[in-house]
């Protein structure tokens, strides 16, 4: 007999901790009667703080724990943000629900300037992800990159005590933590084209359990899933992991998918982008087909030199 409490597994950060409790009282708002209890997981990435994600592992860091945890059935569901969920699941685990997304896009947030345009020249910017750093240097060269890792509120903090003349971070974040009057301007995909998944959360399970999955189902939202679907096939097919910068990013106009798609140098001198429409339907084959445009434009060469240049 399964145990009637549904346990949820989560990341202890604020954010982790704030989209675990968005899923529970969705939950509790479906299943009043449900007894829910929260699994907190100390992860690798959380543990490791003074590395860029990219030469420790990447953010597959943030939710390995999360996932053994499932597969060692202590939980019966896990919350993600989307952009740390690697596209190769361990076998036995499914995604079925992404639930709908916040506003997708980077923002920029300084106690100093009012935008990007307004940073003088040379300005400290702080960001850790390769894909913010290529698009802000093949937008502005001039300015010096350095690394910022840590909860939002930590990078919040290094901006205030004067480390940086700015940081860019998720909208969503700041949105979800009630930060957003620290954003300053709201980067749009033709400044800065979000992270693959960004701003959805998803909710991960056994692929045994049926329990959960109907539990969960009428939690997911259809557009966003397709969306997301989109560009994680981006990245399905570049294979880059995020040792590389890419970028990719769905949007839903006139019933069909509108995808971009960004692979670049890190120092932002060559960017290689794309655009395709296709139906709402088949999202993997646009985003598959995406990305081999972007391979024949030469995004190859660049995915193995970064490969072995870590
Ligand atoms: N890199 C960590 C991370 N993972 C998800 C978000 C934001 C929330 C989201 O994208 O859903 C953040 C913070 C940030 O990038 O500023």
């Known amino acids: 007999m399964k145990n009637n409490r549904l346990k949820i597994a989560t990341r202890k950060s604020p ?29 690798q990435g959380d543990k490791i703080l003074d590395t860029p994600l990219a030469k420790i592992g990447g ?49 920029f947030v300084s106690n100093h300037y009012p ?55 998720a909208v969503a974040g700041l949105k979800r933590l009630g930060m957003s009057e620290r954003i300053r301007e709201i980067l749009t995909p033709d400044i800065i084209l979000p992270a693959i998944g960004q701003g959805a959360i998803g909710i991960e399970c056994r692929e045994d359990d049926q329990v959960t999955q109907e539990r969960i189902a009428p939690l997911n939202d259809y557009a966003t899933q397709q969306r997301i ?20 990013f769905a949007e839903i106009s006139d019933n069909e998918l509108l995808l ?7 120092q932002g001198k060559q960017v290689l982008y794309h655009t395709l429409r296709g139906a709402l339907e088949f999202p993997e084959e646009l ?16 995915l193995q030199t970064w490969q072995f240049s870590a």
Not at 19 to 43: D, F, G, K
Request: glycine share 8%; proline share 6%; with cysteine.
């Open 115 to 169: 935008n990007l345009a307004a940073l003088p020249l040379g300005a400290i910017v702080g960001t850790s992800s390769l894909r913010r750093q290529s698009q802000l240097l093949a937008l502005r060269p001039d300015l010096s990159i350095r690394p910022l890792r840590g909860n939002v509120g930590t990078r919040l903090q290094k901006l205030d005590r004067g480390e940086f003349d700015a940081i860019v971070l």
């Open 15 to 43: 954010l982790a901790l704030w989209q675990t409790n968005h899923v529970r009282e969705a939950l509790r708002r479906l299943y009043p009667e449900q007894l829910i209890e929260i699994v907190e997981i100390t992860t």
């Open 59 to 107: 953010k597959g860091l943030f939710v390995k724990e999360l996932e053994n945890s499932l597969l060692a059935g202590q939980a019966d569901m896990a919350v993600h943000s989307m952009k740390d969920v690697p596209v190769e699941l361990p076998s036995g685990l499914i995604l079925p629900v992404i639930m709908c997304r916040e506003e997708p896009y980077d923002a």
């Open 260 to 266: 971009r798609g960004l692979v670049a140098d890190p």
């Open 229 to 248: 679907k989109a560009e994680r096939a981006i990245n399905q097919r570049l294979g880059g992991g995020c040792q590389v910068p890419i970028a990719g």
């Open 287 to 302: 985003g598959d087909q995406l990305a081999q445009v972007l391979l024949s434009q030469g995004a190859d060469r660049f």
